[in-house]
């Protein structure tokens, strides 16, 4: 097992498999006209991380799912990542994860089912280290390996975070470096250097626990999760949420140290272009910034990715407390912040 590569297995890598912007656009269309459930908090018109309903008690039940092919080549950590990555999008909205249920698509003909276990073992420890059961799940018999999760969370309604609520002023900060898509497409390709993988590993395993924390903070206007569409299409779906437009100090923005040299050798992820062909109409530069560097950073396709949180500037150091007790003292530099709409939606300085 311990030969197997299983990223030579799948066409992309995490969330770099996302559909692209434009055409998950198209699909989503629909000449039906939606019924209305007003206990329905966050559902399909609005571009957030988790559905959301009203348990009619002050509290709301979060559901989500999400899955993807692998990102690294180790059974078990593809595991742990993939579940990571789901439960993310509970504590995104500023809830409590309580129960999982596995996704796993297996090509029996060309993966054993014993490496099949080591996925779900995988998944089963970070649903550990979050403090929830994996309670069951679905299976099938695909061409590419596919695990993932369906996560049910619980958040008091008065602290649930949406990712369109954000205000004028507010002070954005990112929990995570970016470059996660750029070292896997590394490994993808058999460039990795051997150094950079317990980075990349480390990084992907992370759970965003702070979240749920950050949900009670009044001054946390808005927030969500950093995953497929990169930095630059999640805050895109933030300023246009909420109405405004956005300043990125790109000096500010934390990029994974040896993303660079990778960039170097031109190890792109495809996704990066799509991202970047979606939302590069509506993003500006200011004189002296790297433009092309700027270009593979910014939508780098990120897995298990980072929180955007959109803070009331009162409220910076309860924010930054609770990023430190985190382990996240070296996040607590805003990276930028919420403008007026302006003819380029968002502009990156230096």
């Keep these: ?148 999760l369906s996560v049910n969370g619980i958040v008091s309604i008065k602290h649930l975070k949406k990712n369109n609520t954000g205000q004028i002023g507010d002070l954005l900060f990112l929990t995570k470096p970016l470059g996660v898509g750029i070292l896997s497409t590394a490994q993808k390709r058999g460039q990795l250097e051997e150094q950079d993988l317990p980075i990349l590993i480390h990084q992907l395993n992370q759970l965003n626990k702070a979240g749920q924390l950050l949900g009670a903070v009044k001054g946390v206007h808005a927030m969500t999760d950093v995953t497929g569409f990169g930095l630059i299409g999640h805050l895109m779906e933030m300023v246009e949420g909420s109405n405004t437009g956005a300043i990125i100090n790109y000096s500010q923005v934390p990029v994974i140290n040896s993303a660079k040299q990778y960039l170097a050798k031109r190890l792109v992820p495809d996704a990066t272009y799509r991202n970047w062909n979606a939302y590069s109409k509506q993003v500006g530069f200011e004189k002296g910034v790297d433009v092309m560097e700027a270009f593979s950073i910014l939508p780098d396709p990120q897995t298990n990715g980072g929180l955007l949180i959109s803070v009331d500037p009162s409220a910076v150091e309860e924010v930054k407390d609770i990023l430190i007790q985190n382990g996240l003292s070296n996040h607590i530099a805003p990276i930028g912040k919420l403008t007026e709409v302006n003819e380029k939606r968002i502009m990156v300085a230096l």
Excluded at 8 to 13: E, L
């Design 1 to 148: 097992m311990s030969a197997i590569q299983l990223t030579q297995f799948s066409h992309g890598a995490g969330c770099g498999c996302k559909i692209a912007p434009a055409v998950l656009d198209s699909i989503l269309q629909s000449e039906i006209s939606p019924s209305i459930f007003k206990e329905l908090l966050v559902g399909n018109s609005s571009k957030d991380d988790a559905a959301v309903f009203d348990l009619g008690d002050g509290t709301a039940l979060i559901s989500t799912t999400d899955f993807f092919v692998p990102i690294v080549d180790d059974p078990y950590q593809f595991g742990r990542i993939a579940a990571a990555n789901a439960i993310s999008d509970v504590y995104a909205m500023g809830g409590k994860p309580i129960m999982a249920l596995a996704i796993l698509g297996w090509p029996v003909d060309k993966l054993s089912p014993e490496i099949a276990r080591r996925v779900i073992e995988g998944g089963r420890s970070i649903c550990e280290e979050a403090g929830i059961p994996l309670a069951g799940g679905h299976s099938v018999d695909t061409t590419e390996p596919i695990f993932g």
